[in-house]
C-alpha cells in the first residue's frame, strides 16, 4: 500500500504536503519521498527509512515552494532503496512524478525508451511515466497533451501525479483503479490517495473516477476524461467524519482491527518464501547454541517458540528477556542470537544484539516494520509482512511470529529428521488451517466472550494458568489484560500453583485456564487436577478449552479443534477478545492505554 | 409510542440523523400511525422532510422495505434504519462514517445478547461481510448481529423483490453482487421488542448525561436535592422535600409532589402527576398520568395515560433472587434480570393498595379495582 499526495497553493505549501504525507504513514512506510518546485526548479529528495526519519536524514525542512508531490511507500516484499522511492523524474530532472500502484507493461515501455536514448536510474515501473512525459512533451510542446498521451500508453493500475518546472502552478494528476481524491481548500488545493492525509486541512473533496485526469492549481482544478479529453463536471462534496474514524475502517478501536486482521496476517507469515525459513533454521543447526530474545509479547512468543523447538527438533533454544540478556547468557562466535520485534526499534532487543554482536556472536530477527534499525544490524532477518500494527498492544504481530517460529521449528525437525514424516505433515497441514480457525473464532465467538466479559470484567484480580505449551499463552493472556484493562492478572504455570500462590485463591479471583485439548490425557488431567484445586478454593474459573461443556468451569469458551501442539494459538485470540472486550466494559481505551508506548525506544 | 425522556424513540433516531445532515426521510408505519403522524407531521419544527408510507397487518419487514422504494428512485445509495433500536450515541454518523470509506453497502453489526433474533454476520478479511444467517433455531451464535442500521444501493430493492421477501436472502445476495460491508458498533445498543427492553434503552439514553439541565420555566421549591445529572423540563413543577438522583428527567408540566424520591434512570413523560411520598427508580412513564401517594414504581414501564392509586407497589425482586419471568400471550419468558417490576398498559386503571408481584402485565386499558380490608 502507497500513499501518494501533492499540494499547490498560494503561499508555502512544503510543511502541509510533508503533513499529508505524515497523514498516510499509518498505512505503513518503507521509503518516502517529496518533490517541489520553486524558483524553476524542481528539488527532490526522498530516501528508505520512516517520514520523521527521512525527514531528518534529506533535511526536509529546508523545502520551499508553493507546489509539491510526495509519496510514501509500505512494501511487504522486496528491499527498498533510495535510488528506487519515488519521486521518480525524467533525465533532466524538470519532471517529477509519484505513483501508486503497478504499471503492467513496464518492461516493453522501457526498451522502447531506452532504444530511443533514455538512460533509467531505478529499477522500478514508475519511471517510465516520467521519461513518457518528456518524450511526449517534447513531441507536442503541450504538457496536458503529454499526459494525455502518456495516459494511452499505460497499462495497469495507477494513481500519479507530476509536476513540471515550466509550469510552477499547477500539478496534474491521474487516476486508474488506483485511489485518488482532490480536496479543496482555503487558499490551497491538494491531491492524494486518501482523505485522511488532508482532512485536516480541509473537508471538501472531489472525486476522481478512473480513467479521469485533473490539472489542479492553488485555487481552481480541472477533471478530464483522459480517453476524449473532454470536461468533466464534478461536485464538491462535504465529508462530515475525521481522520481518526476512518483509519479504523469500520472498527471501533484498532486494537479490535488488528485482532481481526488475524488471519491474513497469518497467511502473508504462511507465504514467506521457504528459502527464507530453511535460511534461519540452517543457521540454528550450525551454531552450538540458540538464544531467543525479545521483551514483553515477543518474549512470550519467544517462550513458546522454545517449546516448539525442543519438541519438534530436540534443540533447546532457551527464550530469555532482551533487557536481563547480557546479565544471563554467554556468548561467543559459536553462538546465535535470534530477536523477535515488531517495530524492530525496541531498545533493550537491539542493545542485546549489540552486545550478542559485540561477543562474536551471529545475529538474526524476526520483524514487522521495514526499514527498521534491527533489520539493519542483524545478519539476517526474516519479514513478517503483518501490515502496520497502530494499537499498542501487540496481537497479530504476536500471533505472525508464532507462525514463524513454528515453520523455522519445523524445519529443523526436518532437517535433523527428529519427527516422523506423517506427524511433520499432519503439523505443517495444522499450521496452514490456522488462519480458518482464527477466521472462524473471530466470527462465531466474540459474542460468547463478550458475555463473559460483562459477567466478570469486575473482577479485580485475575490468574491466568496453563501448562506445557499454554503456559506461554496464559502469561501473553494475562499480559493483554493487565495492559489494557489495568487488573492486576498474572499468568502462571500450573504446576507452580501448588508451591505458594494458591493461597491466593478465592472468591474475589478470576482465573482463566488454558486447558489442552482432551487427545493430550496427561497434560489435560495435570491442568484439570489445578482447576479443582482452585475452584474448591472459590475463584471463578473461566476454561478456555476444546472439548464440549465442562461443569467444573463457571464460564467457558469453546474453542475450534486444532492440532494439539498448536491449541494455544486459539486460545490467544480468544484471550485477545476478552481482554479487549473487558476494556470496553471497564471504559478504558483500547488503542492507548496509560503510560504505554507502542513502540520502546527508551531504557 | 414509547417515550423515553420526552421524546418518543423515533425521535432519537430522527435527531441523530439531522445531526448527520439527513433531513429527508420516509418512515412506514404500522400501527400507532396517527400518533407518529400526530406527533411529527412533516417534519417542518425539526428541520426535517418527512414523509409517510402505510403498511398492512401483516406485512413483513421486506415488504416495509418495498413500500418505500418508490421515494428512492434515481438514487445510488439510501439508508435503512429499522425504527425500534435504540444507540447510545450517532450511529449514522459511525454508519456514514465507514460507508465513506467502503464506498459500498455497509451494515451497523454489534453483539447481541441473543443471536436468535438477528442476522448474524461472517466477515471475510476485509470487513466484508461473506454471509448472513438470518435469525438461526437453537443453535446460540456468538457472531456479530446486524444492528438494524444500513446505507444500502438502491440495487437492494430489486434484491429483496427478487429473493421473494426473504430479507436475509436478500443481504446475500446483495454482498455477492454489489459489496456489502460491516462496521463494528462496539457500545451500547439495544432493540425495543420485549417490555423491559425499554428500561434497557432508557439507560443507554441517560448514560451518557454530563451535565444537569433545570429549565427556567420551572418551578422548584427551595429545598428539594438534587445529585448527578437531573433533568427537568418546562413548567414542571417540583415541590418541597423532593430529592433527585440523576440521571434522571423530569418531563413538561409534571408535577412531583412533597418528599418523593426520584432515584436513578426515571424518565417521566409530561404531564405526568406525582403524590406525595411516592419512590420512583430505574422506570419509564410515558406520559399523562397520575402516580398517587405513597407508591412505589420500580424498574416498571407505564403508558400514557394511565392511573397509578394510591399505595401502589411494584414490587421488583423475587424473595431468592432468581431471574423474574413475565408471561407474554401463553408464554413464561425469563427476562434475564433479577430486578424487574411491572409493565402497565396506554390508559390502564390501577385501584389503590395494590400490590403488583414482579413481572406484572397490565394490558392497556385494564382497570384493576382498588384493594380494600373493608368490605
Redo the contacts between chains.
Keep these: 500500500m502507497c500513499g501518494i499526495s501533492g499540494v499547490v497553493g498560494s503561499s508555502d505549501v512544503t510543511k502541509r504536503l510533508y503533513n499529508c504525507m505524515l497523514n498516510l504513514e499509518y498505512r505503513g512506510y518503507d521509503s518516502c519521498g517529496m518533490a517541489v518546485l520553486s524558483n524553476g526548479q524542481i528539488d527532490v529528495r526522498k530516501n528508505t527509512g520512516r517520514v520523521a526519519e527521512v525527514f531528518e536524514k534529506e533535511r526536509f525542512s529546508e523545502f520551499r515552494g508553493r507546489l509539491g508531490i510526495a509519496h510514501s511507500r509500505w512494501a511487504t516484499h522486496g528491499h527498498p532503496s533510495k535510488i528506487n522511492s519515488h519521486p521518480h523524474t525524467n533525465q533532466n530532472g524538470n519532471i517529477a512524478l509519484v505513483h501508486n500502484g503497478i504499471i503492467g507493461n513496464y518492461l516493453s515501455l522501457r526498451e522502447e525508451l531506452i532504444a530511443k536514448g533514455h538512460v533509467f536510474k531505478s529499477e522500478t515501473d514508475t519511471e517510465v511515466i516520467p521519461y513518457l512525459l518528456d518524450l511526449y512533451y517534447e513531441h507536442y510542446g503541450d504538457f496536458e497533451r503529454a499526459v494525455r498521451a502518456t495516459i494511452e500508453r499505460l497499462e495497469g493500475t495507477y494513481a500519479f501525479a507530476a509536476i513540471e518546472a515550466g509550469h510552477p502552478d499547477r500539478l496534474f494528476c491521474c487516476r486508474n483503479k488506483s485511489p485518488l481524491i482532490i480536496g479543496t481548500g482555503k487558499d490551497a488545493n491538494y491531491i492524494a490517495s486518501d ?1 485522511v492525509a488532508f482532512i485536516e486541512y480541509t473537508k471538501k473533496v472531489v472525486y476522481l473516477n478512473d480513467n479521469e485526469y485533473a490539472i489542479v492549481s492553488k485555487d481552481s482544478f480541472e477533471v478530464k476524461s483522459a480517453s476524449t479529453g473532454k470536461y468533466q463536471q464534478k461536485e464538491i462534496d462535504t ?3 475525521d481522520a481518526e ?2 483509519r479504523k ?5 484498532f486494537l ?1 482491527k488488528e485482532i ?2 488475524q ?2 496476517a497469518l497467511r502473508e507469515a504462511l507465504e514467506i518464501d521457504d528459502e527464507k525459513i530453511k535460511a534461519l533454521a540452517g543457521m540454528m543447526d550450525e551454531a552450538d547454541r540458540t538464544y531467543l530474545i525479545g521483551c514483553g509479547t515477543t518474549f512470550y512468543a519467544a517462550l513458546l517458540a522454545q517449546y516448539y523447538f525442543k519438541a519438534f527438533a530436540g534443540e533447546y533454544a532457551p527464550a530469555v528477556n532482551s533487557d536481563e540478556f547480557r546479565n544471563l547468557c554467554g556468548v561467543d562466535e559459536r553462538t546465535l542470537v535470534i530477536a523477535i520485534s515488531q517495530s524492530g526499534e525496541t531498545f533493550d532487543s537491539l542493545e542485546a544484539l549489540r552486545y550478542a554482536k559485540a561477543n562474536g556472536a551471529k545475529t538474526a530477527a524476526i520483524v514487522n516494520a521495514l526499514g527498521s534499525s534491527m533489520t539493519r544490524e542483524v545478519d539476517f532477518v526474516i519479514m513478517q509482512g503483518a501490515g502496520p500494527e497502530k494499537s499498542v498492544l501487540s496481537t497479530k504481530a504476536m500471533t505472525s511470529q508464532i507462525v514463524v517460529l513454528t515453520r523455522t521449528a519445523l524445519w529443523l525437525a526436518e532437517t535433523r529428521k527428529s519427527l516422523p514424516p506423517d506427524e511433520l505433515e499432519e503439523i505443517k497441514a495444522g499450521l496452514g488451517a490456522l488462519p480458518d480457525v482464527v ?1 472462524s473464532i ?10 463473559i466479559a460483562n459477567r466478570v470484567g469486575r473482577f479485580k484480580k485475575w490468574l491466568y494458568i496453563g501448562r506445557s505449551y499454554h503456559l506461554p499463552a496464559a502469561l501473553e493472556a494475562a499480559l493483554k489484560l493487565k495492559e489494557v484493562t489495568y487488573i492486576p492478572a498474572e499468568g502462571m504455570a500450573g504446576g507452580f500453583m501448588k508451591h505458594g500462590p494458591i493461597s491466593l485463591v478465592d472468591e474475589e479471583m478470576a482465573v482463566v485456564v488454558l486447558m489442552p485439548p482432551p487427545e493430550n490425557e496427561e497434560l489435560y488431567r495435570s491442568t484439570f487436577n489445578s482447576v479443582s484445586e482452585m475452584k474448591s478454593r472459590g475463584g471463578r474459573m473461566i476454561g478456555l478449552h476444546f472439548d464440549a461443556q465442562e461443569s467444573v468451569f463457571d464460564e467457558q469458551m469453546i474453542l475450534p479443534k486444532v492440532h494439539s501442539v498448536l491449541a494455544p494459538i486459539p486460545q490467544l485470540v480468544a484471550g485477545q477478545l476478552l481482554a479487549y472486550f473487558v476494556a ?1 466494559l471497564l471504559k478504558r481505551d483500547p488503542d492507548n492505554p496509560r503510560g504505554l508506548a507502542k513502540s520502546v525506544t527508551v531504557e | 409510542m414509547i417515550i423515553l425522556s420526552g421524546k418518543p424513540l423515533l425521535e432519537h433516531s430522527l435527531g441523530m440523523l439531522r445531526e ?2 439527513i433531513t429527508d426521510v420516509v418512515i412506514v408505519i404500522g400501527h400507532h400511525s396517527e400518533q407518529i403522524r400526530g406527533h411529527f407531521g412533516r417534519g417542518a419544527s425539526w428541520g426535517m422532510n418527512i414523509e409517510y408510507v402505510q403498511q398492512g397487518e401483516q406485512d413483513s419487514i421486506a415488504d416495509a422495505i418495498l413500500l418505500a422504494r418508490d421515494r428512492f428512485k434515481g438514487l445510488d445509495y439510501f439508508i435503512l434504519s429499522y425504527g425500534d433500536t435504540v444507540f447510545s450515541k450517532n450511529i449514522f ?2 454508519c ?3 460507508f ?3 464506498k459500498k453497502s ?1 451494515a451497523v453489526v454489534a ?3 441473543q ?1 436468535e433474533f438477528y442476522g448474524n ?5 476485509t ?1 466484508r461481510i461473506s454471509r448472513v444467517v438470518e435469525k438461526p433455531k437453537g443453535h446460540a ?5 446486524l444492528a438494524g442500521t444500513f446505507v444500502l444501493a438502491s440495487e437492494f430493492f430489486d434484491l429483496v423483490e427478487k429473493n421473494e421477501a426473504n430479507v436475509a436472502g436478500a443481504f446475500n445476495a446483495l454482498s455477492k453482487d454489489y459489496g456489502f ?7 451500547d445498543w439495544t432493540d425495543v421488542n420485549l417490555p423491559w427492553d425499554v428500561l434497557q434503552a432508557n439507560r443507554i439514553l441517560m448514560n451518557g448525561w454530563e451535565n444537569a439541565t433545570i429549565s427556567r420555566l420551572a418551578t422548584v421549591a427551595p429545598n428539594v436535592t438534587f445529585t448527578g445529572p437531573v433533568f427537568i423540563d418546562h413548567y414542571a413543577e417540583i415541590s418541597d422535600g423532593v430529592v433527585l438522583r440523576g440521571p434522571c428527567y423530569i418531563g413538561k408540566h409534571c408535577y412531583i409532589g412533597n418528599n418523593c424520591l426520584i432515584r436513578e434512570f426515571t424518565s417521566l413523560g409530561d404531564h405526568t402527576t406525582v403524590g406525595y411520598g411516592v419512590e420512583l427508580k430505574n422506570c419509564a412513564l410515558f406520559g399523562r398520568t397520575r402516580v398517587g401517594r405513597l407508591s412505589f414504581i420500580g424498574d416498571s414501564v407505564i403508558g400514557q395515560d394511565a392511573i397509578i392509586g394510591s399505595g401502589t407497589m411494584t414490587v421488583n425482586e423475587s424473595l431468592d433472587d432468581t431471574t423474574i419471568e413475565v408471561k407474554i400471550g401463553d408464554r413464561l419468558v425469563d427476562t434475564g434480570l433479577t430486578k424487574v417490576g411491572a409493565f402497565v398498559g396506554d390508559r390502564a386503571v390501577i385501584g389503590a393498595s395494590n400490590t403488583l408481584p414482579p413481572g406484572t402485565l397490565v394490558p392497556p386499558g385494564s382497570r384493576l379495582p382498588h384493594r380494600g380490608t373493608i368490605g
Design positions: 482523505i465529508v462530515s467524519w474514524q476512518a475502517g469500520g472498527y471501533p478501536h479490535l481481526y486482521e488471519p491474513i477466521r473471530l466470527d462465531e465467538k466474540p459474542g460468547f466472550i463478550r458475555r470496553v | 448527520t445532515g454518523s459511525n456514514l462514517a465507514s465513506s470509506e467502503f455497509t453483539l447481541a445478547p443471536t454476520v461472517y466477515l471475510d478479511d470487513s451464535m456468538g457472531n456479530y448481529v460491508y460491516a462496521t463494528i458498533w462496539e457500545e
